[in-house]
């Protein structure tokens, strides 16, 4: 997936194109997750910031359902249960999950032709 910003937010620069990570949502309002324009962190942004560039979904991602009506779409090496605790907290194991997946949706666009 990928979206282009088009409203202004300190975190998201307008028209740039993004790659999307996964997307939360509880009830009908989503955010994506992508990596910021530090090139490093990721995190969730509303989906109202952006315009959907291209809405293929990669075939290794999972739908999940959480009490209180949240629900995410998410590659399935970050699925496990407390993945953005370790990885926040600076866990060797999931930060190299994390790089591989990114790798992956990376090689992946390249190949689908969505830069």
């Known amino acids: 997936m990928r979206v282009r910003c088009t409203k202004n937010d300190a975190w998201v620069t307008v028209g740039t194109e993004y790659l999307v990570l996964g997307v939360?949502?509880?009830?009908?309002?989503?955010?994506?997750?992508?990596?910021?324009?530090?090139a490093q962190t990721p995190a969730l942004h509303n989906a109202e910031l952006f315009a959907l560039?291209?809405?293929?979904?990669?075939?290794?991602?999972?739908?999940?359902?959480?009490?209180?009506?949240?629900?995410?779409?998410?590659?399935?090496?970050?699925?496990?249960?407390g993945f953005w605790?370790?990885?926040?907290?600076?866990d060797a194991t999931a930060l190299r999950v994390f790089g591989e997946v990114v790798s992956a949706l990376k090689k992946n666009a390249e190949d689908s032709l969505i830069l």
Do not use: C, H, L
Not at 28 to 34: N, P
Not at 85 to 90: L, R, W
């Open 24 to 38: 939360y949502g509880r009830g009908t309002s989503f955010k994506y997750r992508r990596i910021g324009d530090d």
């Open 53 to 81: 560039v291209s809405s293929q979904i990669p075939k290794n991602w999972i739908f999940r359902v959480y009490p209180g009506a949240e629900w995410e779409i998410t590659p399935a090496g970050w699925a496990p249960e």
């Open 85 to 90: 605790m370790a990885y926040f907290d600076g």
